[in-house]
Antibody, heavy 118, light 109 residues
Framework: QVQLQESGPGLVKPSQTLSLTCTVS??????????WSWIRQHPGKGLEWIGY???????YYNPSLKSRVTISVDTSKNQFSLKLSSVTAADTAVYYC??????????WGQGTLVTVSS | EIVMTQSPATLSVSPGERATLSCRAS??????LAWYQQKPGQAPRLLIY???TRATGIPARFSGSGSGTEFTLTISSLQSEDFAVYYC???????????FGQGTKLEIK
């Protein structure tokens, strides 16, 4: 079965770029049929969709974050990545990656907490 | 942006009883609605998509209904492992802008 695992720094300084990678196992990103999404959850709060990518590289982003977000894919490594620039404390959250089949999300990675602090 | 509103914020139910959770969309999302379960320290787990289709491996005690702007998640006989936070999510937009409800915490009465 497909499993996803996020990785990346847990601490990022304000104004810098947050970079995370999601590694997919048990299935190939390039097999098609699925999108690959990033979602975040602020501490003790609800869920916010960040955006998704298809294996071909086409992307869609949440307009509220679009100016700062880049999602990319590396099919040779079966990974997709998130970059969020100019971060502030408001970007402190648990970041999840998930498989996306036409809008519904599953499975999800376990999540990784990213704290923005100097 | 489509706003999703869940009610109640907290629901207290005894094990073995039925739980009914509600989700309302600010405009029609047709049947493009999913439900997720999240336990403390864990990622959300997909329960329902297409408003009423159970995801793989989800027990039959979970059922979803509704269309348009009003949706319901019903858990027919609560088990101890069902106490968690539940989120609804719509995926009706094009271009996509998925939005989630604020969650309903299902707690033991």
């Amino acid at each position: 079965q497909v499993q996803l695992q996020e990785s990346g720094p847990g601490l990022v300084k304000p104004s810098q770029t947050l970079s995370l990678t999601c590694t997919v196992s048990g299935g190939s990103i390039s097999s098609g049929g699925y999108y690959w999404s990033w979602i975040r959850q602020h501490p003790g709060k609800g869920l916010e969709w960040i955006g998704y990518i298809y294996y071909s590289g086409s992307t869609y982003y949440n307009p509220s974050l679009k100016s700062r977000v880049t999602i990319s894919v590396d099919t040779s490594k079966n990974q997709f990545s998130l970059k969020l620039s100019s971060v502030t404390a408001a970007d402190t959250a648990v970041y999840y990656c998930a498989r996306d089949l036409r809008g519904w999300l599953g499975p999800w990675g376990q999540g990784t907490l990213v704290t923005v602090s100097s | 942006e489509i706003v999703m509103t869940q009610s109640p914020a907290t629901l207290s139910v005894s094990p073995g009883e039925r739980a009914t959770l509600s989700c309302r969309a600010s405009q029609s999302v047709s049947s493009n609605l999913a439900w997720y379960q999240q336990k403390p320290g864990q990622a959300p787990r997909l329960l329902i998509y297409g408003a009423s289709t159970r995801a793989t491996g989800i027990p039959a005690r979970f059922s979803g209904s509704g269309s348009g702007t009003e949706f319901t998640l019903t858990i027919s006989s609560l088990q101890s492992e069902d106490f968690a936070v539940y989120y609804c999510q719509q995926y009706n937009n094009w271009p996509p802008l998925y939005t989630f409800g604020q969650g309903t915490k299902l707690e033991i009465k």
